[in-house]
Nanobody, 126 residues
Framework: QVQLVESGGGLVQAGGSLRLSCAAS????????IGWFRQAPGKEREFVAA???????AYTDSVKGRFTISRDNAKNTVYLQMNSLKPEDTAVYYC????????????????????WGQGTQLTVSS
């Protein structure tokens, strides 16, 4: 079992930057692949970025070149660095985890993740 807590959300102007953090409980963080998803008002939750146990990464097209996902296993934390933010990035951002996946496996579907955080709100003003 792992508990995930997101932080770092807030209000930022378009073009600005923000870093989200996802802190995990437990001592086996390196055994989890992590994903970030977001849900905008009135829309379904969508994939944003993911990182495998070995550090491989994947992004949805709309954030490529602007967002960077990274992990620090010593701190049990995954980060989502978001640059050049746009109003359409406004959403609640969730991190998610799945355990004991293959080292390089990256998952883009919600169905692959067993654990979810409570979410953190990002609002980008124009």
């Amino acid at each position: 079992q792992v508990q995930l807590v997101e932080s770092g959300g807030g209000l930022v102007q378009a073009g600005g930057s923000l870093r989200l953090s996802c802190a995990a409980s437990g001592r086996t963080f390196s055994s989890y692949a992590i994903g970030w998803f977001r849900q905008a008002p009135g829309k379904e939750r969508e994939f944003v970025a993911a990182i495998s146990r070995s550090g491989s990464t994947a992004y949805t097209d709309s954030v490529k070149g602007r967002f960077t996902i990274s992990r620090d296993n010593a701190k049990n934390t995954v980060y989502l660095q978001m640059n050049s933010l746009k109003p359409e990035d406004t959403a609640v951002y969730y991190c998610s985890a799945t355990q004991f996946s293959p080292m390089s496996a990256i998952f883009r579907s919600e169905r692959n993740y067993n654990y979810w955080g409570q979410g953190t709100q990002l609002t980008v003003s124009s």
